[in-house]
């Protein structure tokens, strides 16, 4: 902590055919082993999830999963939920934020498996808080022209001076929670609210003084190691 919130940011993007769900754990479990005891751990995941029909296990799609071998390829919420729980034991607060149910998501109700719209509510860690693009039941909208789901862009447009922070310019994760209700419900005509569970006291989540720069990134293949792709991390060094 320092320079009013973080001294340093570290992170790990994973785009495109680089989501897999061994790639997924093994960054968290490498974030474990980075984490210290004062650090604030955000974990962002925006992609499809799916509910299978004959056990009722929840996953998250990553980029390699096809709807034939989805139990092997996926990511179960009970995976994502343990490596939660073990991250959270290492820092003092842990953010997870979920754009995982896109309504334009092709091919997934094939009578094999269906779009889980209430993914998030299954990733359940005690002293989490989550943030997630609707609430159960719901469907997470798209604008093509925007690069992103609204829900995503609206946290984008949050981290890049978009939201209300106050005089201090600190948002909070109440304020990012106010703006993205306020913004997702605006920009799609109310269809779409977000979902969210707050542990404990409030936190200071980023400094938005000075506006940040936001990165839409077009419909294209991004390359992981370019730092232009690190939106969260750049938002949060500001």
């Known amino acids: 902590r320092g320079r009013r919130i973080y001294r340093n940011v570290e992170q790990r993007v994973l785009v495109d055919d680089a989501v897999r769900r061994d790639s997924i754990l093994a960054g968290l479990r490498d974030f474990i082993g980075r984490a210290g005891a004062d650090d604030v751990a955000v974990v962002f995941l925006a992609g499809h999830g799916v509910r299978d029909l004959l056990t009722g296990t929840y996953y998250f799609l990553p980029h390699d999963a096809t709807p034939e071998d989805f139990f092997t390829t996926g990511l179960r919420a009970e995976e994502l939920t343990d ?88 948002l909070s994760l109440a304020k990012l929670v106010i703006h993205l ?35 839409v990134f077009p419909f294209r293949n991004q390359d992981s190691a370019a730092p232009a792709n690190d939106w969260m991390g750049a938002d949060l060094q500001e």
């Open 83 to 170: 490596m939660v729980r073990i991250l959270q034991r290492h820092v003092r607060h842990v953010v997870v934020i979920l754009d995982t149910c896109h309504s334009s998501a092709a091919g997934v109700d094939d009578g094999q498996m269906a779009r889980a719209d209430d993914f998030a509510t299954r990733v359940r860690a005690e002293g989490v808080f989550l943030l997630a693009a609707t609430q159960p039941g719901g469907r997470s909208k798209e604008i093509r022209r925007l690069g992103h789901g609204v829900f995503t862009w609206a946290l984008l447009n949050a981290l890049g001076g978009g939201a209300n922070a106050g005089d201090d310019g600190l």
């Open 181 to 215: 209700g306020a913004e997702v419900s605006r920009m799609t005509g109310g269809e779409q609210r977000p979902y969210y569970l707050i542990a404990g006291s409030d936190l200071d989540f980023a400094d938005v003084r000075a506006p940040n720069s936001v990165v």
